[in-house]
C-alpha cells in the first residue's frame, strides 16, 4: 500500500498546478482509484484497449519503417524517370526529414497540452495526402512536395508512437514493450528495400505511395475504436494560451534556415557562397534566440527542466549522433552495391537483409538484456563501438569482394546500430523525477535523432559530391552519355544506367572505383560520428528502472 500512494501523489501534485475545480477534482480520482488487477505472477493486467492500442503503435512503427527506407533503393530509377538530377533525388529524401523534423517537436509540445488524439489523426490525414500525391506525382517538383506532406505525417506518427507508449507504460515495463517495437520495424526495414527494389523493377515505384493507404486506414480505424487516453482538463482557449507559439515559430524559422543550406552546400552552391553561407548564419542565430526564448512559455516546446540532468542532456546528443549514422547508412549501403557492384534495385536490397534483420533483431534483444539485468550503460558503450568499427570497414570492400565479405561485414554495424535503437531511450526516461514528462521526454529525444538524420544526410552528401567530383576530374574528358558526369549532380541518376552504356571495360572500373571511393569516404564520416557518439555515452550515468508510475495521458479505465 505505501508504494501505491507514493506512485500516485505526483501525478495528483502536477495537477494541482492547474487549480480549477474540475482538475482538483480529477486529481482526487486519481488518488482513490484503485490499482489495476494483478496476475498471479505479479504483472500488471493489460484490458483490451491497451492491446490495442499498442498495435495501432506498432502499425503506425511499421508505417515509418517503411517509409524511411522504401526510398533510397528506388530513387535511382525515380530520379531518371522523371528527370531528376542527383540533387533533386538527395531533396526527395531530405524535404521528407527536413518536414519530420520541423513537425515532430510541435507535435510533441502540442499534444502535451490538447492532448494525444487530433494531433494522431493530423498525422494520418498528412500521410495519407502525400502518399496519393507522391504516387500520381509526374515531376520531381511534385514528388518532392508530396514528400514533405508525406513527412508532416510521417512526423506525428513516429514520435507520437514513443509519446503515447510512454504514456500507457511504466518506466519498469517499458523496456519489454520498446522490444516488442523492434518486430514491427523488423518487418518495416526488412520489406522496404525489397518492396521499394521490387516495384521500381517489376511494377512501378508509385506503389511506395499506395502501399501506405490500407495500413494507414486500418491504423486510423484502430485509433478511433481504442485509444482513449485521459484528457486534459482545461478549457479550449486555455489549452490556446498554453501553447507555445513563438518557440513554435522560432524552431520551424530556426530549423529550415540552418538544415537547407547544409544540404545543398557544396553540390548547388559553393560553401563559401554568401546563398549557403548567410542563410546557415540566420539560422544558427534563430535557433540561439529560440534556445533563450524557451525559458519563458508555460509550456515549451523544449522544456529546460528535461536537460537539467546530464545523463539526460548525453542520451539526447548520442541519439542526435545516433541518427546522423543509421539514416545515412540506410541511403548510401543500397546506392553502394548498386553504383559498385552493378546490382539491380531488388538485388542491392536483398543483399541489404543481413543488415536490416540484425539491425532490428538486436533492437528486440538489447531490450530483453535491459528488462533481465536492468541495466544499460555497458551496452550503450559497446552498441557505440560496434556502430563506429562497423560503419568503418565498410571502405574495405571492392570490386573483388564475395558476397560472404559483403554479409558478413555488415554484421557489427548492425548489432551495434540496431541496440542504439531501444538503448538511448532508457537513460532518458530513467533521469526524469516526473512521470508526466516521459511522454514528451519520449517525443524530444525522437526529433533529436531525426534532426540528426537531416543533418547526417546533408553533410554525406556534400562529402560524396565533393570527392566524386575530384574523382571524376582524374579521369579527364569522357566520352559520349558519361559526359554527364562532369556535373556531379547527375552521379546518381545515372547509376541505373552504368550497366547498359557503350564504354570501354576499362573505363567502366574507373567509374565504378570513382564510386566506390566517394561513397567510402562518407562511411568514414560516419565513423567518426559514430567515434564521437562513443565518447558522449561515457557521461550517461546507470539509473533505476524501477518506476511504476503512469503519466497524466495514461489510458482511461473503462467501467
Known amino acids: 500500500m505505501e508504494n501505491s500512494e507514493k506512485s500516485v501523489v505526483p501525478a495528483a501534485d502536477a495537477l494541482l498546478t492547474d487549480s480549477s475545480p474540475s482538475d482538483l477534482e480529477h486529481a482526487n480520482h486519481n488518488v482513490n482509484t484503485p490499482e489495476p488487477l494483478v496476475q498471479d505472477d505479479g504483472s500488471r493486467r493489460k484490458p483490451l484497449a491497451f492491446h490495442m492500442s499498442f498495435l495501432t503503435i506498432n502499425i503506425m512503427c511499421f508505417l515509418v519503417s517503411i517509409d524511411a527506407t522504401i526510398l533510397a533503393v528506388a530513387i535511382p530509377v525515380i530520379a531518371h524517370e522523371l528527370n531528376g538530377t542527383t540533387l533533386e533525388a538527395f531533396w526527395a529524401s531530405i524535404a521528407f526529414l527536413l518536414a519530420v523534423c520541423v513537425v515532430q517537436p510541435i507535435y510533441t509540445s502540442v499534444s502535451n497540452v490538447i492532448g494525444r488524439a487530433m494531433p494522431l489523426y493530423s498525422s494520418f490525414l498528412f500521410f495519407i495526402v502525400g502518399s496519393v500525391i507522391f504516387a500520381v506525382s509526374r515531376s520531381m517538383s511534385v514528388l518532392i512536395i508530396g514528400r514533405v506532406i508525406q513527412g508532416f505525417g510521417a512526423g506525428g506518427l513516429d514520435v507520437l508512437g514513443e509519446i503515447i507508449l510512454a504514456d500507457i507504460t511504466t518506466l519498469k515495463e517499458r523496456p519489454k514493450y520498446i522490444g516488442y517495437l523492434s518486430i514491427p520495424m523488423l518487418g518495416g526495414t526488412i520489406l522496404g528495400p525489397i518492396l521499394g527494389g521490387a516495384f521500381s523493377q517489376f511494377v512501378t515505384w508509385r506503389w511506395i505511395g499506395w502501399i501506405n493507404l490500407p495500413l494507414s486506414a ?283 552504356l557503350n564504354m570501354t571495360a576499362e573505363l567502366l572500373d574507373k567509374v565504378i572505383e570513382a564510386y566506390r571511393m566517394s561513397i567510402s569516404a562518407v562511411f568514414w564520416t560516419l565513423a567518426g560520428t559514430a567515434g564521437v557518439g562513443f565518447l558522449l555515452s561515457l557521461l550517461i550515468k546507470e539509473k533505476s528502472l524501477e518506476s511504476e508510475e503512469l503519466g497524466k495521458q495514461q489510458l482511461e479505465e473503462k467501467r
Request: hydrophobic fraction near 55%; charge should be neutral; glycine fraction near 8%.
Open 218 to 500: 486500418l491504423g486510423l480505424l484502430l485509433t478511433v475504436l481504442f485509444l482513449s487516453l485521459k484528457p486534459i482538463n482545461l478549457t479550449f482557449r486555455e489549452k490556446m494560451r498554453r501553447l507555445d507559439w513563438g518557440g513554435m515559430t522560432l524552431f520551424t524559422v530556426g530549423c529550415t534556415l540552418f538544415a537547407s543550406p547544409v544540404a545543398w552546400a557544396g553540390a548547388m552552391f559553393p560553401w563559401s557562397s554568401y546563398k549557403t553561407l548567410i542563410p546557415l548564419c540566420l539560422g544558427a542565430v534563430v535557433l540561439v534566440v529560440f534556445a533563450w526564448y524557451e525559458s519563458r512559455p508555460i509550456e515549451p516546446v523544449f522544456p529546460y527542466r528535461i536537460f537539467k540532468s546530464l545523463t539526460a542532456s548525453m542520451a539526447l546528443l548520442t541519439t542526435f549522433f545516433h541518427g546522423m549514422v543509421t539514416y545515412s547508412v540506410v541511403m548510401y549501403t543500397p546506392l553502394f552495391f548498386q553504383a559498385v557492384y552493378l546490382d539491380s534495385p531488388l538485388q542491392s536490397a536483398v543483399i541489404c537483409l543481413p543488415l536490416c534483420c540484425i539491425c532490428a533483431g538486436f533492437g528486440l534483444f538489447s531490450a530483453i538484456a535491459v528488462e533481465i539485468i536492468r541495466k544499460y550503460r555497458l551496452l550503450i558503450w559497446t552498441s557505440w563501438i560496434l556502430t563506429a568499427v562497423g560503419v568503418g570497414i565498410f571502405s574495405l570492400l571492392d570490386c573483388s569482394s564475395t558476397l560472404a565479405d559483403k554479409a558478413s561485414l555488415q554484421v557489427p554495424l548492425a548489432i551495434g546500430m540496431g541496440s542504439l535503437f531501444a538503448l538511448l531511450n532508457l537513460p532518458l526516461q530513467a533521469s526524469l523525477s516526473n512521470a508526466d514528462d516521459m511522454g514528451l521526454a519520449a517525443g524530444i529525444l525522437v526529433s533529436f535523432r531525426l534532426f540528426g538524420g537531416l543533418i547526417g544526410l546533408a553533410i554525406c552528401s556534400t562529402v560524396f559530391n565533393n570527392v566524386f567530383g575530384s574523382q571524376i576530374d582524374l579521369l579527364g574528358p569522357l566520352p559520349g552519355d558519361l559526359a554527364i558526369l562532369n556535373d556531379v549532380r547527375e552521379a546518381v541518376g545515372l547509376v541505373p544506367l552504368l550497366r547498359d
